[in-house]
C-alpha cells in the first residue's frame, strides 16, 4: 500500500492539524510516514500546505511532484495544485468555499463536502478541516477512520482534551459524505 496527499489551504484553516493527524494515525496503523509542513508566508493568510506519505513500505523520498491525492480547503490551492494530481487521483475540496465545477471530474474523482457548513452544523466552524479529512479517509480507504479518531490524543493537547469528541464527529460527519 502507498498512498500521498498534499493538503492545502488558507493558513488558520488547520491545514497543518490534519496532516500531522493523518501522519500519526498511520504510524498507529503501523505504516511508514513522512509529513513535511510548509511554513512561510503562506501561514499568514495565504496559500499553506502540507505533505503526507503513507506506505507499508520504506518511503524513498518525501517529496511528492504528482500527488495520488489532494486535500483542497480554498480556491487557490485548488489552482495550485488540481494540475499536479495524477489522472483518477481522489481530489477532495470543501465546496463552502470552492464550487465543485471548478474541478476537473473528468480526470480526477472529486468528492465535494461542503466542509464549513457541516463543521456550522456541529458548532464551530474551525472543524471543517476535520470534516475534509473524514471525507478523506473515507475516500481513499487508507486506514479505519477509528483509527483516525484515535490518534486524535497525539495532536490535541491535554488542555483541550475536552474538544475531542467533537472532532470525532467532525471526522464522521464528513465520512459520510462519501459515496462509495
Known amino acids: 500500500m502507498y498512498m500521498d496527499a498534499i ?15 493523518l501522519a500519526y494515525a498511520g504510524m498507529h496503523h503501523g505504516l511508514e510516514v513522512t509529513y513535511i509542513p510548509v511554513y512561510g508566508p503562506e501561514m499568514r ?8 506519505v503513507l506506505s507499508d513500505e520504506p518511503i524513498g523520498s518525501p517529496i511528492i511532484h504528482t500527488p495520488q491525492s489532494l486535500i483542497i480547503m480554498n480556491g ?6 488540481a494540475p499536479r494530481l495524477v489522472d483518477g487521483g481522489v481530489l477532495v475540496l470543501n465546496t463552502s468555499l470552492v464550487p ?14 461542503p466542509a464549513n457548513e457541516i463543521a456550522d452544523g456541529i458548532g464551530n466552524t474551525r472543524m471543517a478541516n476535520m470534516v475534509a479529512l473524514g471525507a478523506y479517509v473515507a475516500a481513499t480507504e487508507v486506514m479505519p477512520l477509528d483509527v483516525v479518531e484515535a490518534s486524535l490524543s497525539s495532536v490535541i493537547s491535554s488542555h483541550y482534551s475536552h474538544l475531542i469528541p467533537k472532532n470525532v464527529e467532525a471526522l464522521r460527519a464528513g465520512a459520510a459524505c462519501v459515496k462509495r
Not at 7 to 21: D, E, K, P, S
Not at 45 to 52: D, S
Open 7 to 21: 493538503i492545502a489551504g488558507f493558513g488558520g484553516q488547520g491545514v497543518m492539524l490534519i496532516g500531522n493527524l
Open 45 to 52: 493568510g495565504g496559500t499553506a500546505n502540507c505533505t503526507v
Open 76 to 81: 487557490p490551492s485548488l489552482t495550485k495544485f
Open 100 to 113: 465543485e465545477e471548478t474541478a476537473d471530474a473528468s480526470r480526477v474523482r472529486v468528492i465535494g463536502v
